[in-house]
Structure formats: C-alpha cells, structure tokens
C-alpha cells in the first residue's frame, strides 16, 4: 500500500477520562492505550476461557470472508453455529474455519454468561451501541469502512494490525454507492492489493497505522475509515460510544471535516430506504423520522437548526423542493430505517 504519507498513532501509557475527551475524542484524533484492560475483568478472555464459559452458546458467524467481494464490503454469508464449533474450525485450519469470521456479538444477548465480567473503560461518555465480542482467526482482513460513532476498539487476547484514514479524506477512500447496505460505509479498495490505476487517489491519503496487543485500547474516531487484521487468533471487544450530553455529539459531527462523512451516511440510509412504497409517508413527516433516527442512533435530540440542515440536505439530494403534504393516517410516519443490519 503507497498511501502519501504514514503516521504511526499516538501512544500513551496512562490517560485520565478528562484528556482523553478533550485531546483526542472531541479533536477526532485516534489514540492507543497501551495495557488499558490490564484491571478489568474482562482482560482474561482469552479463547480458552470462553470456550470454558460460553462454549455452548449459539453465535452467528460470517462465511466468506476470504472472498474479493468480503474484502470491499459487498457481500457474504451468515450461519448459525455454536462458539464451540466457530473456534474448533477456526484452529483446525480448515477450509470454511479459514472463510469464517465471529463479529458483532452482542455480549449482552449472545454472552449472558460474561455480563458480570463485561466492565466497559471510563472512557466511555455515552454508549451508542454493543458492547460487542469479536473473535478472528489469524490472517483475518476486515473490510476498509467507517461506522457512525467513535469506537474504542479493546484487544484482550492475540494481536491485531490497524490501518485507519482521516474522514478528510472520505473523497479519496472510493465509499461504495449510495444505498449500499449496513450501518456502515464501506470502501471498495483492498488496502492490501491497491489497484491504483482504479483508484489514483488512493494515493493521496494519510494513513494511520498501529499494532495492537493483549491489553491494548484503541480509540477510532467517529468517520474515520478503518482496516483491521488479525495478526493472530484473536479476541477483542468494541463499543460505539460518543459524548455525554442531548445534542454534543450531533452538532459536533456536524461541522467539517466530519460533516461530508456524516453526510453520505445519512444519504445512504435514505437511499436504502427510497425504493419502499412506504418513502412517500416517511417524506410526509421527515422532520420526526430524522429525530427519531438520531435519537435511536446516537440517543440525542438535536435543536431545530440542526433538523433544518439536515431536512434541507435530504431534500437536495432527492431534488425536490418542498415535501409532500401528511395527509393524516397512523400515530408513527414508516423510519428512516437502516436497512441490512446483520451486513454492518
């Protein structure tokens, strides 16, 4: 990969809540911090605990992974299995332990079992979503995307390489087309396999690099592309999280250079949801769907100016200039709904 420059991310080896929110949560600056799990229950999920522990329980697992189409965010399977029967394949080295892959477990509803033990970093403001297990086989690549929230990304058992890229350079990162499914926003680059000729601007960016190990904790800012791959078998724990407040963490996203991330996201999910019948009436009362959308999303409840723009903004991009008249019929319009979730 021969990006314009590389930067190797900050290191700090002790971090009160106050610096990190003000230094690097709120400058959207990525972070690592070095043996942050080290007093929290949690650091001692290794794979044989968990075996010992949620061995039995049912976990939904990505098939494909190894596939060109996995590796730009476009396509895989999803299977049913145990925790159990995930880690014998993946340490058998099988074919199909070598194409699958454990994300997004919700500890909660996946984990019961760990929840006692599920103590979150103080850090945390205010959580968005999860916390959620993650468990890799070595040589895993994960797609280059973005999510909507910071994430702090918690290595508790093998190694893992990070490669991220600044939402300044979401012009340069080739998103995938509008309407594309998930919560995230996926690039269509392999950062392992460059095609520079497909994608010259590549070239431009800045990347941010680091290596994680056992007790690591890595703050990825919220829009900010990443790539992560598993160095090792491996264990790890996210959170999409942002600040404390009703409206802090929405009218910071929505000022540059975030907003034109912020923005083809949200654009993405009303072009995920513009070819339902339904559309009409979500247009009808747009103004509640988008509230609605942000408070479930990032639980804030933004002020009118905000709702304005965002209104103003939906409403160019479908090229009309005013929205049809609500012509009564049902307590709650059909959301803005994100469409394809078990996708990302």
């Known amino acids: 990969m021969e990006t314009k420059k590389s930067i190797t991310v900050s290191e700090i080896f002790y971090l009160d809540k106050l610096n ?91 984990f019961p079992q760990l929840q006692d033990e599920c103590q979150l970093p103080e850090y945390i403001g205010k959580l968005h979503n999860g916390p959620f297990l993650w468990v890799a086989h070595e040589g895993h690549y994960e797609y280059c995307h973005y999510d909507p929230d910071a994430s702090l990304l918690m290595m508790i058992d093998g190694e893992k390489s990070v490669k991220m890229f600044s939402c300044a350079d979401h012009n340069n990162m080739y998103p995938n087309p509008l309407g594309s ?83 083809y996201w949200l654009l993405n999910v009303v072009e995920q949801n513009r070819q339902f019948a339904s559309f009409e009436r979500t247009l009808q009362r747009l103004q509640l769907c988008v509230e609605n959308l942000l408070l479930k999303q990032f639980h804030e409840v933004a002020p009118q100016s905000i709702l304005d723009r965002l209104i103003q903004t939906i409403k160019e991009y479908l090229e009309i200039n005013s929205l049809p008249v609500f012509k009564g019929g049902g307590k709650n319009p059909p959301p803005l709904r994100i469409r394809g979730l078990r996708w990302r």
């Open 20 to 110: 990190f929110e003000e230094n690097y949560l709120r400058k959207n600056q990525p972070v690592v911090v070095r043996n942050g799990l080290a007093a929290l229950p949690c650091s001692k999920w290794t794979i044989d605990y968990l075996l010992e522990q949620v061995g039995t329980n049912k976990v939904t697992v990505r098939g494909r992974t190894n596939s060109k189409e996995y590796k730009v965010g476009k396509q895989y399977i999803i299977r049913d299995t145990t925790f159990k029967e995930y880690v014998l394949d993946m340490r058998s080295k099988n074919v199909r332990g070598g194409s699958s892959y454990m994300a997004v477990q919700n500890i909660r509803k996946t």
């Open 181 to 263: 499914r998930g919560k995230t926003i996926q690039s269509q680059i392999d950062c392992d396999r460059v095609d520079f000729q497909k994608f010259p601007k590549f070239s431009k960016v800045t990347c941010y690099s680091c290596q994680l190990r056992p007790g690591d904790i890595l703050l990825i800012p919220a829009f900010w592309w990443h790539q992560v791959t598993s160095l090792t078998d491996s264990v790890s724990m996210n959170a999409f999280f942002g600040e404390s407040g009703t409206d802090r963490y929405i009218t910071r996203i929505m000022e540059e250079p975030v907003w034109i991330s912020f923005k």
